[in-house]
């Protein structure tokens, strides 16, 4: 399935986003651990989430978590210190990516956890116990989602955790998140220099309701950059949010758009700047990569993002993927060292009908979306990806006035 894109010649919208997948997540494995009589509110309606859901509330031990990264490493933590014995699974793609690093620190931390087909990845099987814990060194560079996957229990273990980061930490709004939100629910913990310290203790119950995705918003900020005339209003973001990705109010300013906030979430403005070179480090931020270079590429803007090692193992290769896409809508992107993107504003030849692969990655088909104020009329293929994170999306380009047809 495909579906062709036309754009609006203006966009004038207010767009209910989705809640926060990350937040969501970690609120679930928080108030499992904290055995919570509360629903969570505003949970996000994703893919990502649902198999989480569906997997806490489940009366089996063998759980498939699909594409969903977040819940393979949140779940493979819990289970660990979750009496019983588990198996946890996913989709074709989830079992090329590496859970390695996970692994061998929950083992050093006393649990027992077995490969069974390919050492290193996915499918486990688990034989859940109480953990040890104690002290424990990773490289910083690793994901983010390991170290939260790790923190999160920690507060159960035996001697609780002692995490000692080495090198350059990347993705740190997302461990950041992860301590904020369990010292809402009751735990904090001691970050110097790069140890963080956690004692033995236990979460309490809170009502937990989530806000809205500034991940989700990033993809309205580029509709509005490439729309001159768009007026666009995002309901239920928070200006002191836990969510790294709100950086993306600073990173729009010179591609022309600034963020005025309101009682309900935030007005998009023109502000008539346009840089020519965008330089950023994405270390703390990679999911906004592929909305950032999509834009600058889009507006003609040359651009250099670094800190980007970590999408090599996101849904896919998005290195690559961003690369093979451009170029076949005339953009001739560079990578160096597997973690740099750098376009000068080099240009190819391209064909009069393009149809962009998503990979089986949200993040994709979503980046790609708003070509269509340049390249009319382009193609996405299997557009149902977004439903990973933004289960709405094209309903919501639509009432923005695109005209989406399925092909």
Sequence with gaps: MNIQITAPSSCRVTIQLPASKSISNRALILNALSYSPYNIQNLSDCDDTR?????????????DIHAAGTAMRFMTAFLSKIVGEWVITGSERMRQRPIGLLVDALRSLGARIEYIEKEGYPPLRIFGSALEGGELSLNGNVSSQYISALLMIAPYMKAGLTLTL??????????LMTLQMMKQFGVTAQWNGNVIRIAPAEYRP????????????????????????AEIE??????????????????????GISTQYT????????????CKKLTLDLSDQPDLAQTLVTTCAFKNIAF??????????????RIEALKRELKKLGYVINDIRDSILEWNGERCETGSSVSIDTYEDHRMAMA????AFIHSGIRINHPEVVSKSYLSFWDDMKSAGFDIREQ
């Design 51 to 63: 198999v989480m859901v569906k997997a806490l509330e489940s009366n089996d031990n063998h759980f």
């Design 166 to 175: 080495s090198g350059n930490i990347i993705s740190k709004p997302y461990i």
């Design 206 to 229: 809170i009502a937990f309701k989530v806000e809205s995705d500034w991940s989700a918003a990033s993809y309205w900020y580029e509709i509005a950059s490439l729309s001159p005339s």
């Design 234 to 255: 995002l309901e239920g973001l928070q200006k002191n949010s836990v969510q790294g990705d709100s950086r993306i109010t600073d990173f729009f300013v010179p591609l």
């Design 263 to 274: 009682e309900s979430g935030i007005k998009l403005r023109h502000n008539g700047e346009r």
């Design 304 to 317: 250099r993002f670094s800190g980007l090692q970590s999408l090599k193992i996101k849904e896919t290769d």
């Design 368 to 371: 790609f979306a708003p070509a």
